[in-house]
């Protein structure tokens, strides 16, 4: 069974910092990895798909890789903004659903 | 282009009570998947369907059911609720079988279960 971790659980930053999302996967047999937003109350904003041939993909301020040999997947953000902060998960496909981390929870001050 | 839409939004029941939610994919998506979210179990698959036809469930007892139309809208019905229940359920919709296509998720229905 798939097994996804998120760490941390929370992070605060000032803004204007460069950050680093961890994710990590116990089943190197997947699809395609998702990273996706969540602002409280409400309910997922997909911000990037990486599919299982690739290595990274980039939108923006933001840039995902993924290392399947290493089970690893990791959401660069950079020059964050107050506007980043919700919740951070990441999600494997494994040809059968989505199996979601428990997420990071950003807070990005001011 | 309209996003996914969910209804209702909110709603309480009682235990024993039963409830059906309603979800509209994007126009064009035949793929429709659920999910439950709760603060202790996080995101988990309940199911997906595709052109009417369930492909696939996940370890959710039966009585979590559901079905789609013709017209790719999908409905999830919950009887005999309990307190466990009450949860945030999202559904998501893709051009294809979810395993290759970005999933676009809809604002989730906020069920409570007194």
Known sequence: ?110 | KAGVTQTPRYLIKTRGQQVTLSCSPISGHRSVSWYQQTPGQGLQFLFEYFSETQRNKGNFPGRFSGRQFSNSRSEMNVSTLELGDSALYLCASSLAPSGANVLTFGAGSRLTVL
């Open chain 1, 1 to 110: 069974k798939q097994e996804v971790t998120q760490i941390p659980a929370a992070l605060s930053v000032p803004e204007g910092e460069n950050l680093v999302l961890n994710c990590s996967f116990t089943d190197s047999a997947i699809y395609n990895l998702q990273w996706f937003r969540q602002d409280p109350g409400k309910g997922l904003t997909s911000l990037l798909l990486i599919q299982s041939s690739q290595r990274e993909q980039t939108s923006g301020r933001l840039n995902a890789s993924l290392d399947k040999s290493s089970g690893r997947s990791t959401l660069y953000i950079a020059a964050s903004q107050p506007g980043d902060s919700a919740t951070y998960l990441c999600a494997v496909h494994s040809g059968y659903a989505l199996n979601f981390g428990k997420g990071t929870s950003l807070l990005v001050t001011p």
